[in-house]
């Protein structure tokens, strides 16, 4: 069995995963590393979803890297300039043969006594008689898969669906090619997936309806970033996005902040907006949901598209619920019909931890949702692991970049008094019964919550997913806390016993 070897393997070759990689590699050079991706690109999300306005839902002068300044003008990025984006990060850093293609990581499995992980990886699309399991090792092993299951999106089962005589596809799965040009196209859902699919499609089909079961709160932001033109034309390139990134954060805090501390008025301020775009003709019960600001994640839209194609009657927008699909479209409760040639159900997404890798402790299954997160990177009871996991009300990547930095600071701190494990453990019971996002009532989350790390009731065990206290907690605070165990590096890894070393407090 041809085993490789690396002091660190990364799994994950999309926005988290080469950011966290361009990290190490720049503060750790001396580490090797390895980068491992199930698909035959780098990306990530942004090279799986390929249905037409595929975006960014967050500014990118903040979803974007701190070290790699975002210059184009466009402040929602479409997917393929995101990938080229990646792309360009992982070529500047001298990774794209760091990265192994094709394989998908099945089981990771600590050894206590080699001080190692066993990790186990399948490659797909192998010729029939290939030998498909390649096995690696790790002294430390990074997920940055993120959190949903990439081969397939949430899509339930319409009542006589059977019976339609036109193409139903998830978004997730977005047929290459795909001509709607001239067709009746109905989008049922609600979310940033609908209100991007509905604008974007508009202009080439005969008419597009978006039909949901209850509103979602849609805002319109600038598509052009008028402040960071003006500011590269009289500023040096690093200076002028430090910032826009500063100003943006600022406002996405601001605006968070505003929204659960006044949810009425914010409520209000926010239908307000819509009402001025959207025109007089179209019902505003549409974009009044039945829960406040920020319970449910909110929805931009560039330059007001959505609303623009609505007002423009290019695009219809349905609020009801599904009776029945019927032959040439659907049913609704009402008794209204909606004529479709193409449905598509941008229904959401199923979160899958991890990627679907099963992870294991001396060949001991360790569910990640008996766990909690130690500073939302690291996990509890598990050595030698970071787990990457983004905030879900702000950019994704704030949360990934802060991480790599702890991790980098962690690597110094062990190096510096040759240790090789280290191992977050919770001595007072800091477990509660709520999952990390049970907070968050968006579909997709209520529906798999339950494969969630725990969350904690204090300190580094609870996640705030506030990107301010987390960036004095992950590179500012002390190393040592307390709460980390750490076992010195072993120089006959064949057996024995291993003495921890408590970290002081």
């Known amino acids: 069995m041809n085993t490789q070897h690396f002091d660190t393997l990364i799994i994950g070759a999309g926005l988290s995963g080469i950011g966290t990689a361009v990290r190490l590699n720049k503060e750790h050079p001396q580490r090797s590393m390895a980068i491992i991706e199930r698909r035959e690109r780098m990306g990530g999300t942004w090279d799986l979803f390929r249905y037409p306005g595929i975006r960014s839902d967050s500014d990118m002068a903040s979803f974007g890297y701190g070290f790699k300044p975002w210059n184009s003008d466009k402040v929602l990025a479409d997917g393929p300039s995101i990938r080229n984006y990646i792309s360009e990060a992982a070529e500047e850093a001298g990774l794209l043969d760091k990265i192994q293609y094709g394989l998908q990581i099945t089981e990771s499995n600590w050894s206590s006594d080699q001080q190692h992980w066993r990790v186990t990886a399948v490659a797909e699309g192998s010729d029939p008689g290939e030998n498909k399991t390649r096995h690696f090792t790790c002294n430390f092993l990074i997920n940055c898969s993120g959190y949903f299951n990439h081969d397939k999106g949430f899509r339930p089962e319409f009542p006589g669906e059977e019976n339609f005589n036109g193409q139903i596809i998830h978004p997730q799965q977005w047929p290459e090619n795909f001509d709607y040009s001239g067709k009746k196209v109905l989008v049922i859902g609600s979310g940033a997936t609908a209100v991007t699919l509905v604008p974007s499609m508009a202009d080439k089909t005969e008419h597009i309806t978006m039909l949901q079961r209850s509103p979602s709160y849609v805002f319109t932001m600038p598509n052009n970033d008028k402040v960071s033109v003006l500011l590269r034309k009289f500023l040096p390139e690093k200076l002028a996005f430090k910032i826009v990134r500063t100003r943006n954060l600022i406002v996405q805090r601001g605006l968070y902040i505003a929204c659960r501390r006044w949810?009425?008025?914010?409520?209000?301020?926010?239908?307000?907006?819509?009402?001025?775009?959207?025109?007089?003709?179209?019902?505003?019960?549409?974009?009044?949901?039945?829960?406040?600001?920020w319970d449910e994640r909110l929805c931009a839209v560039p330059d007001g598209d959505l609303f623009d194609a609505l007002r423009e009657k290019r695009a219809s927008i349905v609020t009801d619920h599904i009776d029945s699909f019927t032959t040439d479209g659907v049913r609704l409760k009402s008794g209204d019909e909606i004529k479709a040639d193409i449905i598509i159900a941008a229904t959401g997404l199923n979160l899958q931890m991890m990627g679907g890798m099963e992870l294991k402790l001396d060949d001991k299954p360790m569910p990640l949702n008996q766990q909690m997160t130690y500073k939302g990177a690291l996990i509890e009871n598990i050595p030698n692991f970071m787990w990457v996991f983004g905030y879900t009300n702000a950019p994704w990547t704030l949360k990934s970049e802060i991480a790599s930095q702890y991790l980098c600071r962690l690597f110094r701190h062990m190096d510096e008094r040759d240790l090789a494990v280290v191992t977050p453990r919770d001595k007072e019971n800091h477990a509660l019964d709520d999952g990390i996002m049970d907070s968050l009532q968006s579909g997709y989350v209520q529906r798999d919550k339950h494969c969630l790390p725990r969350q904690g009731s204090e300190g580094p065990w609870q996640v705030t997913m506030h990107y301010g206290k987390d960036k004095k907690v992950l590179l500012n605070q002390p190393i040592d806390?307390?709460?980390l165990e750490y076992q010195a590096i072993r120089k006959n890894s064949s057996g024995g016993n291993v003495t921890p070393i408590a970290a002081a407090a």
């Open 263 to 293: 949810p009425k008025m914010m409520r209000k301020w926010l239908l307000n907006g819509v009402r001025k775009r959207v025109g007089p003709d179209v019902d505003m019960r549409h974009f009044s949901p039945n829960y406040m600001p």
């Open 481 to 483: 806390d307390g709460c």
